[in-house]
């Protein structure tokens, strides 16, 4: 379903989201360069963010950015402004949400993914005064961009001692959105926690797009489809990297009666995914709605983040979640994973970024 670009005030109180992404119902906001029009504008919003594929409500990344958006709303008393990507769009698309996100008086201007890091760049030079945040990138540099990144690697590392410590035939998978560097640190880091803890593991891999085809993040049916083939193949426990795609993944899992784990949300938690929570072992979680809070507040109090702004284990800025009752009974998984999150922080393990 093609979803249509957003931009409007988000409310303090917010509705469960629904599992699949929909469509929004307003048209394109016009960028109109009205004097009187963008000063009444900018004085309705301060702090914006741009979702990724798949937009809002894909129980995973793009919600976890609007978490934080929506603290930032209630907790320091800002206005807030969402827009939505459209399927198959151009960078001219991203540039010209961004710019009018800008031209309304939003600082800071968000983008949730790597994928906007060239239109942030551009767009940034137009508007040095805003400050621009970008998730999951460090190409693109500049006085007034914060490159907000996480060791993606350090959390699918513990998922990898858990899921080797949860399988039973030995045999587990790894699925991936789209293969592009960033989704490779989760597959390196997974890959390398699954053979420390049992050498003799194997680990089934799979791609469901190939760049520029980004669809991969957004359409469950593949992730689906990808998890039921390594289900065949044996796997007794599935970890998707894949965005809104991952759902298809989780729900593949549950209906086998084998775990799943989930991705930068907490997905046990999800409401969209609540019936399946039973068999969501854990997630690899980012807290990218802190990350977007810090860089709103940072704004908020006249000292703007810039550069790059790295989240990892050691400040529990990546981490694996312990919300199902079943992961904690698991006490000889929970200690391996302890431990290993240990002597990563004491840098006894280093962990790939690469496979």
Same mark, same amino acid.
């Given at each position: 379903?093609?979803?249509?670009?957003?931009?409007?005030?988000?409310?303090?109180?917010?509705?469960?989201?629904?599992?699949?992404?929909?469509?929004?119902?307003?048209?394109?906001?016009?960028?109109?360069?009205?004097?009187?029009?963008?000063?009444?504008?900018?004085?309705?919003?301060?702090?914006?963010?741009?979702?990724?594929?798949?937009?809002?409500?894909?129980?995973?990344?793009?919600?976890?950015?609007?978490?934080?958006?929506?603290?930032?709303?209630?907790?320091?008393?800002?206005?807030?402004?969402?827009?939505?990507?459209?399927?198959?769009?151009?960078?001219?698309?991203?540039?010209?949400?961004?710019?009018?996100?800008?031209?309304?008086?939003?600082?800071?201007?968000?983008?949730?993914?790597?994928?906007?890091? /060239?239109?942030?760049?551009?767009?940034?030079?137009?508007?040095?005064?805003?400050?621009?945040?970008?998730?999951?990138?460090?190409?693109?540099?500049?006085?007034?961009?914060?490159?907000?990144?996480?060791?993606?690697?350090?959390?699918?590392?513990?998922?990898?001692?858990?899921?080797?410590?949860?399988?039973? %035939?030995?045999?587990?998978?790894?699925?991936?959105?789209?293969?592009? /560097?960033?989704?490779?640190?989760?597959?390196?880091?997974?890959?390398?926690?699954?053979?420390?803890?049992?050498?003799?593991?194997?680990?089934?891999?799979?791609?469901?797009?190939?760049?520029?085809?980004?669809?991969?993040?957004?359409?469950?049916?593949?992730?689906?489809?990808?998890?039921?083939?390594?289900?065949?193949?044996?796997?007794?426990?599935?970890?998707?990297?894949?965005?809104?795609?991952?759902?298809?993944?989780?729900?593949?899992?549950?209906?086998?009666?084998?775990?799943?784990?989930?991705?930068?949300?907490?997905?046990?938690?999800?409401?969209?995914?609540?019936?399946?929570?039973?068999?969501?072992?854990?997630?690899?979680?980012?807290?990218?709605?802190?990350?977007?809070?810090?860089?709103?507040?940072?704004?908020?109090?006249?000292? /703007?983040?810039?550069?790059?702004?790295?989240?990892?284990?050691?400040?529990?800025?990546?981490?694996?979640?312990?919300?199902?009752?079943?992961?904690?009974?698991?006490?000889?998984?929970?200690?391996?994973?302890?431990?290993?999150?240990?002597?990563?922080?004491?840098?006894?393990?280093?962990?790939? %970024?690469?496979?």
């Amino acid at each position: 379903m093609r979803r249509i670009t957003r931009i409007a005030t988000v409310g303090i109180a917010s509705a469960a989201l629904a599992l699949s992404a929909t469509a929004c119902g307003g048209k394109k906001s016009s960028d109109s360069s009205s004097s009187s029009s963008s000063s009444s504008e900018s004085k309705a919003a301060s702090a914006a963010i741009a979702y990724d594929v798949g937009g809002r409500g894909d129980q995973s990344f793009n919600d976890a950015a609007y978490a934080g958006l929506e603290k930032a709303e209630k907790e320091l008393k800002v206005k807030t402004a969402e827009a939505e990507p459209t399927e198959g769009e151009s960078e001219a698309d991203k540039v010209q949400r961004l710019t009018e996100l800008a031209r309304k008086g939003n600082n800071p201007v968000i983008g949730v993914g790597f994928s906007y890091a /060239p239109a942030i760049e551009k767009v940034a030079k137009k508007f040095p005064k805003t400050t621009f945040g970008i998730i999951d990138d460090t190409s693109k540099t500049g006085a007034n961009i914060a490159n907000l990144v996480f060791n993606e690697e350090q959390g699918s590392y513990l998922a990898g001692v858990a899921a080797a410590k949860a399988s039973k %035939t030995g045999t587990v998978g790894f699925i991936g959105g789209v293969e592009v /560097p960033l989704i490779k640190k989760f597959q390196a880091g997974f890959e390398q926690g699954v053979k420390d803890t049992n050498p003799n593991a194997k680990v089934l891999s799979a791609y469901l797009t190939q760049p520029p085809d980004f669809s991969g993040f957004a359409k469950p049916d593949l992730g689906k489809a990808a998890a039921k083939g390594q289900l065949d193949g044996g796997a007794d426990v599935i970890y998707a990297a894949a965005g809104l795609a991952g759902s298809g993944a989780i729900e593949a899992a549950s209906s086998a009666g084998k775990w799943a784990i989930g991705v930068d949300s907490d997905q046990y938690n999800q409401p969209g995914l609540a019936k399946y929570k039973d068999h969501i072992l854990t997630s690899v979680t980012k807290d990218v709605s802190l990350a977007v809070f810090d860089l709103i507040k940072s704004v908020k109090d006249g000292k /703007p983040e810039s550069g790059e702004v790295r989240y990892g284990l050691d400040k529990n800025g990546v981490a694996l979640a312990d919300s199902n009752p079943q992961y904690k009974a698991m006490t000889d998984l929970t200690a391996a994973v302890e431990k290993a999150k240990a002597d990563i922080i004491a840098k006894k393990i280093t962990v790939k %970024t690469a496979p």
